[in-house]
């Protein structure tokens, strides 16, 4: 039976400015600050990766800077594959908003850990449920196309939730309760037609300066 392994991370912290407001799939730009900051948690993810991994980041630059950051930190540089259906969710009419904007124009109450709640679709957006119905089928696309091979995907907050929601048949509430940090890793495996989680948010370990 191949197994697929798929590694998720989500992209690095991003510049103040974008996280002013609900910048949803907006290319906005990763934290310079951060890249010098986080240098530990990029060697971290170097180690954790496979070598011989297909590649693949979203349309957005800040998936693309963090592979590259990445790959300086000591992952020897592969080509990148841009898979768009792991963007980010859109937000409709809300991006660009800043959080005390959009909070007036919710039509149900927001989840516990979240802005918004799991239903709550912006004009001309997405719900998460919306999210959850483009990640799954590129997942599956992606395991039929490369069985048995080692997938690394830059990815979003929401589309790692949703690939997670879709492994384990939650419903986006649950998903929502989901928690998904900048250079984070989480690991799905595709063994035949089942899914198996192996982890969900991993972070590098603490170290002591």
């Not at 890249?35 to 630059?61: E, I, M």
């Not at 516990?112 to 997942?139: K, M, N, Q, T």
Request: hydrophobic share 45%.
């Amino acid at each position: 039976m191949h197994k697929t392994r798929f590694f998720l991370i989500r992209h690095a912290i991003v510049e103040p400015s974008a996280r002013a407001v609900m910048y949803g799939d907006m290319d906005v730009s990763i934290c310079a600050i951060s890249l010098a900051q986080d240098v530990a948690a990029y060697r971290w993810l170097a180690t954790r990766l496979p070598a011989g991994a297909r590649w693949f980041t979203t349309p957005l630059s800040r998936t693309q800077a963090t592979a590259a950051a990445i790959f300086a930190a000591g992952l020897p540089p592969v080509g990148l594959e841009v898979e768009p259906r792991f963007v980010e969710q859109h937000l409709g009419e809300w991006q660009g908003m800043t959080h005390e904007e959009f909070t007036a124009l919710l039509t149900e109450p927001p989840h516990p850990f979240w802005p918004h709640s799991a239903g709550e679709r912006p004009p001309g957006g997405e719900s998460l449920a919306d999210v959850i119905g483009r990640v799954g089928p590129a997942l599956e696309d992606m395991a039929e196309q490369m069985p048995g091979q080692d997938i690394v995907i830059i990815a979003h907050g929401g589309s790692i939730r949703a690939a997670v929601a879709h492994a384990m048949r939650l419903d986006p509430h649950q998903a929502f309760q989901l928690s998904v940090k900048n250079l984070s890793l989480t690991r799905l495996e595709r063994h035949g037609a089942d899914w198996r989680v192996a982890s969900i948010n991993e972070e590098p370990p603490l170290t002591v300066p």
